[in-house]
């Protein structure tokens, strides 16, 4: 076998950044990876000689499609939708779907190449993808979502399928935008299948699936302050974002015993010195449903809280953070901060909400710090097992599920520990989830020879 010429890591991004210019999304997360992988790799030249690692950062296809629709005054408007297929070498594509302004094929690749390590880090037999546009639901009348949503899945179903590629929600996307879409894909396909998750329970969903994430992040925190000898229960949390990770999350720490002290959304956070408690989480889920409210109104509802516009909560001194709205929210500042505050552990329900310079810190100061693609695997992995009910014409029972959830939580938890161990007890959870989502993929693709 040919043998090929080492790059180092250096090398290595530079190529990245060559191939994909304007991208730094993309960039950023094969860059935290690639630091980890290059380590593991040093002594196995069978992942050097088949390229294994420029090949998963290399998606297998992306597709971009153009989506018309009609608004309520009768205006055209167009927008632009995609559907990244990264790497399906241990199952189907599988990943959700954004509708945000910000979407772009950058954050879109970065997605499907985090989903894919993620998958594989659940033990299921599910490859990465990811889709979206650059939709704003925000302030959209109900029509206005379900126009869009059928003209998405107009383009989208042809590259879907139960065993090609299995989508699921994501920011903006939540259980009325999958109803929309599997109606439209039904109508063009005539099957009834379970080629998306997240779907309502009357039709073919699976119990906890909206919870999953949150929850998933919160067992994977409790997992994580047990090798401490400590637990979630009297422990301040601050989270970020309100919608469906946040809330969740919030709501499993209250549960546990713990006190969650903020919220936010693109507007600001709010602080509630006095505990979010589980009727102020009801009415936030209340409130944001279908992403209609603002987070500043919990001040007029609950009036010990105070709203700071334009901020992000990462300042308001806490044992544990839990960053759940969006990619970079939490920069190296923010990291120190929480870090001179005395946070003992950050669980990220968010898809690389922690930039660079954060990752780093946190590493730097050894607290317990779990990347989203470990911690908030929990929503993918009961969308896997959505899938093998939907095969199986079944459903579980919630007591079933929630204990799938944990063992899955903890088998994640486990397989960091595998590889992240750095001896004197400190894991790096960050090199421990890459290196064991990078192993079975990578395996199964040295497997299929060069395809
Ligand atoms: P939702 O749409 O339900 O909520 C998103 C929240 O994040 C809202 O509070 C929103 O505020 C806030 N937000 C979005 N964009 C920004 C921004 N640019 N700046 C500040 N706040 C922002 O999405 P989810 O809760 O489903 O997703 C949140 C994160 O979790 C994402 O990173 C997603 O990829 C990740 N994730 C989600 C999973 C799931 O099962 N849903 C699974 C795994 C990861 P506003 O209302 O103002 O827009």
């Given at each position: 076998m040919a043998v090929t010429d080492h790059v180092d890591l250096n090398g290595f991004m530079e190529g990245v950044k060559k191939r994909n210019p304007h991208q730094p999304e993309f960039v950023q997360a094969v860059q935290e990876v690639a630091e980890d992988i290059f380590d593991f790799i040093q002594d196995k030249e069978e992942y050097h000689a088949q390229q294994i690692l420029r090949r998963i950062a290399e998606p297998d296809r992306v597709v971009s499609f153009r989506v018309c629709w009609e608004d309520d005054n009768g205006n055209i408007r167009v927008q632009r939708g995609w559907r990244v297929q990264n790497n399906n070498a241990i199952g189907p594509y599988k990943g959700g779907?954004?509708?945000h302004p910000s979407v772009n094929e950058s954050v879109l690749k970065f997605l499907a190449f985090e989903q894919t390590f993620k998958n594989a880090l659940t033990g299921l037999p599910m490859g990465g993808g990811k889709g979206g546009a650059n939709f704003n639901p925000k302030g959209k009348s109900v029509r206005e979502i379900m126009r869009f949503c059928q003209s998405?899945?107009?383009?989208l179903y042809r590259h879907i399928g139960p065993d090609v590629d299995v989508p699921a929600g994501d920011i903006g996307v939540g259980g009325r935008e999958i109803g929309f879409m599997f109606g439209q894909y039904k109508r063009i396909t005539n099957h009834w299948n379970g080629v998306l998750t997240g779907k309502g329970l009357e039709w073919g969903g699976s119990l906890i699936r909206t919870e999953a994430t949150g929850y998933g992040a919160v067992y994977f925190l409790e997992n994580m302050l047990a090798t401490?000898?400590?637990s979630v229960a009297g422990k301040t949390a601050v989270i970020s974002g309100s919608g469906n990770v946040a809330t969740h999350a919030a709501e499993k720490i209250v549960q546990l015993g713990g006190k969650v002290l903020t919220l936010s959304d693109s507007g600001g956070f709010i602080h509630d010195p006095d505990g979010i408690t589980q009727e102020k989480i009801d009415?936030?889920?209340?409130?944001?449903?279908?992403?209609r409210g603002r987070i500043e109104e919990y001040v007029e509802a609950f009036p010990g809280a105070t709203f700071h516009p334009g901020k992000t909560p990462?300042?308001?001194p806490c044992d544990v953070a839990l960053p759940c709205a969006t990619q970079?929210?939490?920069?190296?500042?923010?990291?120190?901060?929480?870090?001179?505050n005395g946070c003992k552990a950050v669980s990220e329900g968010a898809n690389m909400p922690t930039d660079l310079d954060g990752v780093h810190a946190f590493k730097a100061a050894k607290i317990l710090y779990a990347p989203g693609k470990a911690s908030n695997a929990g929503g993918v992995a009961v969308s896997g097992l959505e899938m093998s009910q939907n095969s199986e014409r079944r459903s579980w029972k919630e007591e079933e599920l929630q204990q799938m959830l944990k063992d899955?939580?903890?088998g994640i938890h486990d397989a960091c520990i595998r590889y992240g161990d750095q001896g004197g007890g400190y894991i790096d959870y960050v090199k421990g989830a890459n290196i064991a989502g990078f192993k079975k993929v990578a395996d199964a693709m040295l497997a299929f020879g060069v395809v």
């Amino acid at each position: 076998m040919a043998v090929t010429d080492h790059v180092d890591l250096n090398g290595f991004m530079e190529g990245v950044k060559k191939r994909n210019p304007h991208q730094p999304e993309f960039v950023q997360a094969v860059q935290e990876v690639a630091e980890d992988i290059f380590d593991f790799i040093q002594d196995k030249e069978e992942y050097h000689a088949q390229q294994i690692l420029r090949r998963i950062a290399e998606p297998d296809r992306v597709v971009s499609f153009r989506v018309c629709w009609e608004d309520d005054n009768g205006n055209i408007r167009v927008q632009r939708g995609w559907r990244v297929q990264n790497n399906n070498a241990i199952g189907p594509y599988k990943g959700g779907i954004r509708f945000h302004p910000s979407v772009n094929e950058s954050v879109l690749k970065f997605l499907a190449f985090e989903q894919t390590f993620k998958n594989a880090l659940t033990g299921l037999p599910m490859g990465g993808g990811k889709g979206g546009a650059n939709f704003n639901p925000k302030g959209k009348s109900v029509r206005e979502i379900m126009r869009f949503c059928q003209s998405f899945m107009t383009e989208l179903y042809r590259h879907i399928g139960p065993d090609v590629d299995v989508p699921a929600g994501d920011i903006g996307v939540g259980g009325r935008e999958i109803g929309f879409m599997f109606g439209q894909y039904k109508r063009i396909t005539n099957h009834w299948n379970g080629v998306l998750t997240g779907k309502g329970l009357e039709w073919g969903g699976s119990l906890i699936r909206t919870e999953a994430t949150g929850y998933g992040a919160v067992y994977f925190l409790e997992n994580m302050l047990a090798t401490k000898g400590e637990s979630v229960a009297g422990k301040t949390a601050v989270i970020s974002g309100s919608g469906n990770v946040a809330t969740h999350a919030a709501e499993k720490i209250v549960q546990l015993g713990g006190k969650v002290l903020t919220l936010s959304d693109s507007g600001g956070f709010i602080h509630d010195p006095d505990g979010i408690t589980q009727e102020k989480i009801d009415w936030v889920k209340a409130h944001k449903t279908h992403r209609r409210g603002r987070i500043e109104e919990y001040v007029e509802a609950f009036p010990g809280a105070t709203f700071h516009p334009g901020k992000t909560p990462w300042g308001v001194p806490c044992d544990v953070a839990l960053p759940c709205a969006t990619q970079n929210e939490l920069l190296g500042e923010d990291a120190k901060t929480l870090i001179a505050n005395g946070c003992k552990a950050v669980s990220e329900g968010a898809n690389m909400p922690t930039d660079l310079d954060g990752v780093h810190a946190f590493k730097a100061a050894k607290i317990l710090y779990a990347p989203g693609k470990a911690s908030n695997a929990g929503g993918v992995a009961v969308s896997g097992l959505e899938m093998s009910q939907n095969s199986e014409r079944r459903s579980w029972k919630e007591e079933e599920l929630q204990q799938m959830l944990k063992d899955i939580m903890k088998g994640i938890h486990d397989a960091c520990i595998r590889y992240g161990d750095q001896g004197g007890g400190y894991i790096d959870y960050v090199k421990g989830a890459n290196i064991a989502g990078f192993k079975k993929v990578a395996d199964a693709m040295l497997a299929f020879g060069v395809v």
